[in-house]
């Protein structure tokens, strides 16, 4: 997951660095739309920069 921009004001990425935020609005929606996936898929942050976050679907195990 990026958490800055890449394109449109951050096209000049890595020279300028411009900050993705939840809040831009023609991304609201999609946004909204692969948080509510992660969550409800179960993954997690393994790992972060100020850049980029990677994460993974964490298998929840069943107790019976």
């Known amino acids: ?8 004001d951050g096209s000049k990425w890595p020279r300028k660095l411009c900050r993705a935020t939840t809040q831009m609005g023609s991304n609201q929606a999609r946004n909204a739309y692969m948080n509510q996936f992660l969550t409800d ?11 980029f976050k990677i994460l993974i679907p964490v298998q929840r195990q069943n107790i019976h």
Request: proline content about 0%; aromatic content about 16%; glycine content about 6%.
């Open 1 to 8: 997951m990026q958490t800055i921009q890449t394109i449109g």
């Open 41 to 51: 898929n179960n993954y997690e942050e393994v790992w972060s920069s100020s850049y």
